[in-house]
């Protein structure tokens, strides 16, 4: 409902905020020009097409398609024009500069984020840094994955890695000195409630990769030998660790399809508690409707109407940004055939990992649990090993 909103407003409209329209239904994908490189340092080797919206500058290179673009552009857009004008403005003024990775690219590939990384340290490095702000000289740069921004089978489909990061590029280029203090100062209200520290202390254990059933214990043993069997045991015959959502016991049996989930029980910081940076683009999101729920960085909160309710403090400063607009974020998924998306298919292409990939990222979350094994080593009486 509210996406329609976008295209009533004409091509005057669109060429006011700084956008301009083509045949299939706004937000022009253009070659990049000599001008236009030569202005924001970019590789005309590499990059190829552009597309501007609201002083923002989407580049990517040929690989990239070009409803991705529109559909960035579609959300700079939404998001630009809720913002008091001053803010928005001063965004403006920064030049920001988004990227986009390909679903076949790599971030290495870019010209901006070449690597001197081999082996797998290149590939983990290619697989954490898909989606980030950074500054170039004194200009945001934000970059993102055309597979998340369109949610194809392989990307984020659980939350808007563009909202989020977007957030930060408001607060970074369109706070003043008086809002930079109001989020401090909502900041230090969460350490002193104790808002946003009630995540899920659980972790997904997803290294069963056989298509027969095989004994969970064992695999447990397996991926965790610094921790007790015993324990092990004990937390699968307690429920700490649920199959499918369910209790289960030492003898059950698991193949890649099912869900196992490490329960540690007690508080979790939310990621929006890690520092008042992140604490402001968390609840950007919620002002938008688009965040992850129950998992190692969130609680159960992700919409406006919620973060109004439990973080008060937090909720006017958003609104005194970003006003209270109708608009909220939609996953192009659920817009299929709408406007820009009239040629949009959600399940193709998909996006896969290197088997070495998956291996890195798990072994990078054992290491982020590591030490809440030690409140079920606390729950069942067992000395850690």
């Not at 669109?14 to 990049?32: Q, R, W």
């Not at 024009?81 to 500069?97: Q, T």
């Not at 209270?324 to 996953?331: A, D, G, L, M």
């Not at 406007?339 to 990222?361: D, R």
Request: aromatic fraction near 10%; hydrophobic fraction near 35%.
């Amino acid at each position: 409902m509210h996406q329609t909103k976008l295209f009533s407003i004409g091509l005057l409209g669109l060429i006011f905020l700084g956008a301009t329209t083509d045949a299939e239904g706004g937000y022009a994908v253009k070659p990049l020009t000599e001008a236009l490189a030569k202005e924001y340092k970019l590789d005309r080797g590499f990059y190829k097409k552009v597309t501007m919206i609201q002083g923002i500058l989407i580049a990517a290179s040929s690989k990239v398609a070009n409803l991705a673009q529109r559909e960035t552009a579609y959300q700079f857009d939404m998001l630009m024009r809720g913002l008091k004008p001053e803010i928005a403005e001063r965004i403006r003024k920064k030049k920001v500069l988004c990227l986009l990775i390909g679903h076949d690219e790599l971030t290495s590939q870019l010209p901006q984020f070449s690597s001197s990384k081999t082996g797998e340290e290149l590939d983990f490095y290619n697989w954490r840094q898909r989606g980030f702000l950074t500054y170039i000289g004194s200009s945001p740069t934000v970059v993102f994955a055309e597979e998340d921004v369109m949610e194809y089978p392989g990307g984020m489909q659980l939350e808007s890695i563009l909202v989020h990061e977007f957030g930060h590029v408001v607060h970074g280029a369109g706070f003043d000195e008086s809002l930079q203090k109001r989020l401090s100062s909502a900041f230090e209200n969460v350490k002193k409630t104790g808002i946003w520290n009630d995540g899920r202390a659980a972790q997904r254990y997803r290294r069963v990769k056989s298509e027969t059933p095989v004994r969970l214990l064992s695999a447990l043993k397996k991926s965790f030998p610094y921790e007790s069997p015993r324990l092990l045991r004990k937390c699968l015959n307690s429920g700490d660790i649920l199959v499918n959502g369910k209790k289960a016991d030492a003898k059950v049996k698991v193949t890649k399809n099912d869900k196992v989930l490490i329960q540690f029980g007690g508080p979790k910081q939310c990621y929006a508690a890690k520092n008042r940076a992140e604490y402001w683009a968390e609840i950007y999101q919620c002002w938008f409707d688009t965040n992850r729920t129950m998992d190692h960085d969130h609680n159960h909160i992700h919409t406006r109407d919620q973060l109004i309710k439990y973080d008060p403090v937090g909720a006017r400063l958003c609104e005194d940004v970003l006003g209270k607009p109708e608009w909220r974020f939609v996953s192009p998924r659920l817009r299929v055939g709408q406007a820009h998306l009239k040629n949009y298919s959600p399940n193709s292409p998909k996006v896969t990992e290197l088997p070495h990939i998956q291996k890195a990222a798990y072994d990078y979350y054992d290491k982020y649990w590591k030490d809440y094994w030690q409140r079920l080593y606390d729950k069942h009486g067992l000395a850690r090993p």
